[in-house]
Structure formats: structure tokens, C-alpha cells
């Protein structure tokens, strides 16, 4: 089990930026692939991006494609989401995961952080 806390999260006004961390710590960290999910009041929870720890590669959602970037520093077990040019559409709490294999599916990242607010308004 990979335990995993997020951090960053606050309020912005659309057009600014927020840099979000997920600290990593437990089960070795560096076989797991690392998510960054969100969910908005009302909406289901929706896949942001990702993050090989290995490699560092990493694969977005097109909603935020051009908009975040997703980087990890492997001496800190530390993933970060960094979000530009925020929208009002970005308000969600944001999760960082850990799973295993290339996916975008929820149910295949096993361990949770307990989430971060991200509001932007307009």
C-alpha cells in the first residue's frame, strides 16, 4: 500500500496558477504509476493526467493538455501537478493515485490521497 498527501490546493482567479504536491511514502513508490484525478460538486471524479516514475512520462486529459504539466522529483516521492491558465472549470478537489499500468481508469489506481480544494473564480 502506497500512502499518498496532497497539497496546493487554494483559491485563484481565472488566468492564474496553482502548483498542487502529492507526497508519496510506503510500498516502493517507483513501481507505481501516478494519477491526478478531479471532481467537481455534482460531476463524477475525471482523470487529469499521469506520471511514470520510471521514465517520467506522462499522458493528459484534453481538457488540460497545453494547461498542466505533471512532474515527479524521485529523491522527494513527490508528484506535482502543475495547473496555468486556470478556468472556472477547473473548480474541483484534485486526488493524486497510485496504480499500476498505463490507464485513465479510476478503478485501476488502488491507493488515495485524500484530496485538495482548487477553486477558481472568474
Known amino acids: 500500500q502506497v500512502q499518498l498527501v496532497e497539497s496546493g490546493g487554494g483559491l485563484v482567479q481565472a488566468g492564474g496558477s496553482l502548483r498542487l504536491s502529492c507526497a508519496a511514502s510506503?510500498?516502493?513508490?517507483?513501481?507505481?504509476?501516478m494519477g491526478w484525478f478531479r471532481q467537481a460538486p455534482g460531476k463524477e471524479r475525471e482523470f487529469v493526467g499521469r506520471i511514470t516514475w520510471t521514465f517520467g512520462t506522462t499522458y493528459y486529459a484534453d481538457s488540460v493538455k497545453g494547461r498542466f504539466t505533471i512532474s515527479r522529483d524521485t529523491a522527494k516521492n513527490t508528484v506535482y501537478l502543475q495547473m496555468n491558465s486556470l478556468k472556472p472549470e477547473d473548480t474541483a478537489v484534485y486526488y493524486c493515485?497510485?496504480?499500476?499500468?498505463?490507464?485513465?481508469?479510476?478503478?485501476?489506481?488502488?491507493?488515495w490521497g485524500q484530496g485538495t480544494q482548487v477553486t477558481v473564480s472568474s
Open positions: 493515485a497510485a496504480g499500476a499500468g498505463r490507464t485513465t481508469r479510476e478503478g485501476d489506481f488502488a491507493s
Open positions: 510506503g510500498r516502493t513508490v517507483s513501481s507505481y504509476v
